[in-house]
């Protein structure tokens, strides 16, 4: 069934799209004169609390302006990618987003055979002249969450959980062992793979096995496996640091901070630059743009020591001098 913001979230806008029923009101007027955007989401779809979930936050904030008509697909409907874009150009959308490295393949295809068409494809880069690139220096924001966790660490030893291992997820793995170690040299890095973004089993089974291990601070990037591992680090009292959005709700006695990685920020910047960019352009977002960063800290209290070294550490990376 396609699922329209304009119809498909009446029921929403109570709580999250404030002032839109002045819309929904007199569709047809307003939705001529609106610009169209379609996204294709990512695998896990909506109430990851995470990648998606982020990504409707900026389809909202378009869809506040009055100046957007914003449409999506899910794979439990579409059941793949590449129908989803068929889908939406056939809707005649301004632009058409997909949603996650995994998504690249199939919207590669279409925008080849839509040249006129314009598309965006979020978290990888394509070099096709009709779609534009916009990814994330998640090795900053993760950097930042390391910083944390290598000052709240009481055993030395952190733990990180990636979806899959690849270059992207490594990154978030990287920046987080690098902030660590930056501020506490006797951290270690506990590391696993659940080579799935959709179980959150599976998340609690990794959790547990680094726990065991003695680690006291995890920190996944595992999409809604992830939602595992911060259930398991609560269950057990050891500290986790949650990804993508703020996620101290899902585990409020174990979430000390969570590393923000602004997807509806891009959403945003995709739609503000439509009109002037090439659009084969390739965007990067990083924590000079706010596309990075650390969601507020609870039940974190650094000594004066603690704090400078903190401090210090993010003034580097923003730098850009940290060795």
């Known amino acids: ?137 998640e090795t900053e924001g993760s950097a930042l969450a390391g910083a944390v966790a290598g000052l709240e660490t009481e055993s030395n030893k952190i733990g990180f959980i990636g979806g899959v291992d690849n270059e992207l997820i490594n990154k978030f793995g990287t920046g987080f062992e690098l902030g660590a170690k930056s501020v506490n040299n006797d951290v270690t890095m506990l590391v696993d793979y659940a080579n799935d973004f959709a179980s959150p089993e599976l998340g609690r089974k990794l959790a547990e096995k680094q726990i065991k291990a003695g680690a006291d601070v995890l920190y996944a990037a595992a999409g809604l496996t992830g939602v595992g591992v911060l259930e398991t680090a609560e269950r057990n009292g050891v500290k986790a640091i949650g990804v993508d959005s703020d996620q101290s709700m899902i585990a409020p006695d174990a979430v000390i901070t969570s590393m923000l990685k602004q997807v509806d920020l891009a959403i945003v910047e995709i739609a503000n630059r439509i009109e002037d960019e090439a659009f084969s352009a390739h965007v990067e977002l990083g924590m000079d743009e706010g596309g990075v960063g650390l969601a507020a800290l609870r039940r974190v209290q650094f000594d004066e020591d603690e704090m400078k070294r903190f401090e210090a550490f993010q003034k580097q990376l923003m730098e850009g001098t940290l060795k």
Not at 23 to 28: A, F, L, S, T
Not at 36 to 65: H, I, N
Request: hydrophobic share 40%; charged share 20%.
């Open 1 to 137: 069934m396609k699922k329209s913001l304009i119809i498909g979230l009446l029921a929403a806008c109570v709580t999250w799209l404030p002032g839109c029923q002045s819309v929904i009101d007199q569709p047809e007027a307003t939705v001529e004169t609106r610009q169209s955007m379609g996204v294709v989401l990512s695998d896990v779809g909506l109430g990851d609390q995470s990648f998606s979930d982020a990504a409707m936050r900026g389809m909202g904030q378009l869809r506040e302006t009055g100046e957007w008509f914003v449409d999506y697909r899910e794979l439990t409907e579409t059941e793949t990618y590449k129908a989803g874009f068929e889908q939406l150009v056939a809707d005649g959308h301004d632009v058409i987003i997909g949603l996650g490295f995994a998504c690249q393949e199939d919207l590669e295809t279409v925008a080849a055979e839509y040249p006129e068409q314009q598309f965006a494809l979020i978290d990888a880069v394509s070099t096709l002249p009709n779609v534009m690139s916009v990814t994330f220096k």
